[in-house]
């Protein structure tokens, strides 16, 4: 059975970070994607941020570039999301998943950050979300 468990989610003021944990149990690692997504109530699923997890290679979206880092430690089976500069917009549920399937990671990573575009279509493990509150 396929795992993915969120963690580090919780209250900062504008201007603060947070970083996002993200573990995987159930799949051989290194035959995948993970990628976290961001949603609030009334908006489509957001992709935020993708990372291959045989290579590292990572994708952003672009306007969450500067702000964001993915990175993994593939020993723990463990994905990591970093959050500078937090502002109110920011808050959101923020969801972590796997796709086994390299057409699915493709076209999530093509879409990251498309607004009123259901993002992680395909992905077939989710965590159950860990909320991030921005206070202004």
């Known amino acids: 059975q396929v795992q993915v468990t969120e963690s580090g989610g919780g209250s900062v003021q504008s201007g603060g970070s947070l970083r996002l944990s993200c573990v995987v149990s159930?799949?051989?690692?290194?035959?995948?994607?993970m990628a976290w997504f961001r949603q609030v109530p009334g908006k489509e699923r957001e992709g935020v941020a993708l990372?291959?997890?045989?290579?590292?290679?990572?994708y952003y979206a672009d306007y969450l570039r500067e702000r964001s880092t993915i990175s993994q430690a593939s020993a723990k089976k463990a994905v990591y999301r970093e959050m500078d500069s937090l502002k109110p917009d920011d808050s959101a549920t923020y969801y972590c998943a796997a796709a086994t399937n390299g057409p699915d990671c493709q076209a999530t990573a093509k879409t990251l950050g498309v607004q009123d575009h259901k993002s992680g279509v395909g992905f077939r493990a989710w965590g159950q979300g860990t909320q991030v509150t921005v206070a202004s």
């Open positions: 159930g799949l051989p690692y290194g035959s995948y994607c």
């Open positions: 990372i291959l997890t045989v290579g590292g290679v990572r």
